[in-house]
């Protein structure tokens, strides 16, 4: 089978509260997931994410469209259709804390079916693994959140499900755990050969990790990309241009008569623009543009673009003006 996540036109609408007026959060999302993907699932709040991830975990029906995990629709076959989904949920829902890591990884083991002795050495290799063979023996509750998000993500891996769906894995974290959540999940995805949908506000995690990102807004998809695509797409283009003067208000118009540009700075004594060009050959035309209105240059810059800004572009509808001026 070549997708093992399958959503075909998925609609959702609620009702508000106290009120007859209809909200229409998802309006027919669609999106494919292959064996052993690993795909960000991303959206400003209020965008439909949440409730098109609620969907999946088989929390929501929708009133339109299917879902289909391993081929199995989950409005007809819910439980048999998750059993093939482990989820490591935001903060600290996924454990019991009066019970120690090896306890917890026990139970939730027990919930899948299977037996303490069956699991007992691929427990030792994940504490071992996860560098948490020290605190087996220790109630969660007494943990750092680092330590607790590494014991949910050992109960997911534990339960050997074809899907991991993450949400928001290094909230929370400090730079450094959440820089080792980031290199296990990294790791995760590269040695146990799990399909993982992750969902996060954190974008260094999710250029680091994803493949490919899917963008919803307002209850749609409005991006479907590999997210060296997108950053190549950005990056390329956009340069930074510091004067030597306040730039007025109409000079600021007539670049952008020509050319994608926002103002960055305007101190007083320099301004800085970013320019966002689309043939190589246009960088020169902007030179000229500058010379023109007797703006002296004082540095250029290549402006570097992460992917927190290339979310932020997509969200506000500058991907489809930067995709039709490269055709």
């Known amino acids: 089978m070549e997708y093992i996540i399958d959503i075909q036109g998925i609609k959702k609408s609620y009702k508000k509260r106290k009120s007859k007026e209809i909200i229409q959060a998802v309006k ?22 949440t409730t098109t991830i ?24 819910r439980l048999k259709a998750l059993r093939h989904i482990s989820t490591v949920l935001e903060g600290n829902r996924n454990l019991y804390w009066r019970l120690t890591v090896r306890e917890n990884l026990e139970y939730f083991s027990g919930n899948r079916g ?7 050495a691929q427990i030792d290799e994940l504490l ?12 969660v509750n007494s943990l750092s959140r680092g330590m607790q998000q590494k014991v949910s993500i050992a109960v997911a891996l534990l339960s050997n499900t074809e899907i991991i769906f993450l949400d928001e894995p290094t909230l929370g974290l400090d730079i450094e755990t959440s820089y080792e959540v980031r290199k296990l999940l990294k790791d995760i995805a590269k040695e146990y050969n799990k399909t993982i949908l ?15 990102v899917i963008i919803i807004n307002e209850g749609r998809i409005v991006s479907d990309e590999r997210v060296s695509d997108l950053l190549e797409l950005f990056d390329t283009k956009a340069y930074s ?8 208000d109409k000079n600021l118009k007539e670049i952008q008569n020509h050319f994608m540009a926002e103002l960055e700075l305007n101190d007083g ?15 020169y035309k902007v030179i000229n543009l500058f010379e023109e209105m007797n ?3 004082d540095k250029v810059d290549r402006s570097i673009i992460d992917f927190e800004q290339v979310f932020l572009k997509i969200v506000k509808g500058e991907m489809k003006r930067e995709i039709a001026a490269t055709v």
Not at 33 to 49: C, Y
Not at 114 to 120: G, H, P, T
Not at 198 to 212: F, T
Not at 269 to 283: A, G, K, R
């Open 28 to 49: 027919g999302v669609s999106f494919q997931v292959k064996r052993g993907e690993v795909v960000g699932l991303l959206g400003p709040n209020g965008a439909g994410k």
């Open 54 to 77: 609620k969907m999946m975990c088989g929390l929501l029906l929708p009133n339109e469209g299917t879902i289909k995990i391993n081929g199995i629709d989950i409005g007809k076959q």
């Open 114 to 120: 299977l037996s303490k002795k069956a699991v007992s």
């Open 128 to 139: 071992e693994r996860l560098n948490l063979t020290h605190k087996a023996n220790e109630m």
């Open 198 to 212: 992750l969902s996060s506000h954190d974008m260094p995690v999710v250029q680091e990790i994803c493949e490919r």
């Open 241 to 248: 241009f510091t004067v030597n003067s306040v730039l007025s």
């Open 269 to 283: 004594m320099q301004s800085v623009i970013t320019v966002t060009i689309t043939h190589s050959e246009d960088f």
């Open 295 to 297: 703006i002296e240059i």
